[in-house]
């Protein structure tokens, strides 16, 4: 159980096209979700917070105008990075929260995707 | 400002032998910490957590042990295989519904046949 997805898996585009990147969670409903970008040798950055029916929670430095965020169901959550510039090539990964097991259980975590990697030329 | 730190950027043992990865974190409103193991260009998958209410958790050949005084944690892998060979990040986090994880850089390890 506890299967997140991620499509696509690769991704590259032109400079100034946009690119969205789906999350789902397979086999549990997740009212939160969570994404994240990793650089080369570098740890795993929380980019925003996700919740089901409400408005993301950006991290501080993070354009929210630039990476858009719907969470439009308890089991799909949508990155849409607009006008790519090369400098947004990155892994990005996102994490589901298993919503039945929100704070009432010691195994309550968040599972991974595999991951996007973004190549923006 | 790096809240979690794991000072060992790469780990290298011998099957069979015992792994301790470290992990120290500066935010003392922390309490539950967790620990990824993650294959390049995959995400990283859940291996085990503690919470700050325990020193302790284990699960088969996987050890977490938290020094609350010190802000310290360690995991144990014994006896290490060559299938652990990853690279491993220690995350934390302050609870509540949010549940944000702050990661380590991670630590790479390599376990030799």
């Known amino acids: 159980g506890a299967v997140v997805s991620q499509h696509p898996s690769r991704v590259i585009c032109k400079s100034g096209t946009s690119v969205k990147i789906e999350c789902r969670s397979l086999?549990?409903?997740?009212?939160?979700m969570f994404w994240y970008r990793q650089f080369p040798k570098k740890s795993l950055m929380l980019m925003a917070t996700?919740?089901?029916?409400?408005?993301?929670?950006?991290e501080q430095g993070v354009e929210k105008d630039k990476f858009l965020i719907n969470h439009a169901s308890l089991t799909l959550s949508t990155l849409t990075v607009t006008s790519a510039h090369p400098e947004d090539s990155s892994f990005y990964i996102c994490?589901?929260?298993?919503?039945?097991?929100?704070?009432?259980?010691?195994?309550?975590?968040?599972?991974f995707g595999p991951g996007t990697r973004l190549t923006v030329l | 400002d790096q809240q979690v730190k794991q000072n060992s950027p790469s780990l290298s043992v011998q099957e069979g032998r015992i792994s301790i990865l470290n992990c120290d974190y500066t935010?003392?409103?922390?309490?539950?910490f967790l620990w990824y193991k993650k294959y390049p260009a995959e995400g990283p998958t859940f291996l085990i957590s503690?919470?700050?209410?325990?020193d302790k958790n284990e699960d088969g050949r996987f050890t977490v042990f938290l020094n609350k005084s010190a802000k310290h944690l360690s995991l144990h892998i014994v006896p290490s295989q060559p299938g652990d060979s990853a690279v491993y990040f220690c995350?934390?986090?302050?609870?509540?519904?949010?549940?944000?994880?702050?990661f380590g850089k991670g630590t790479l390890l390599t376990v030799n046949p």
């Open positions: 994490s589901a929260r298993d919503a039945k097991l929100a704070g009432r259980s010691s195994t309550d975590t968040q599972y």
């Open positions: 086999d549990f409903q997740a009212t939160t």
């Open positions: 996700s919740n089901e029916g409400s408005k993301a929670t950006y």
């Open positions: 935010n003392s409103m922390f309490d539950y």
């Open positions: 503690i919470s700050s209410i325990k």
């Open positions: 995350a934390a986090s302050r609870g509540g519904s949010n549940y944000k994880l702050t």
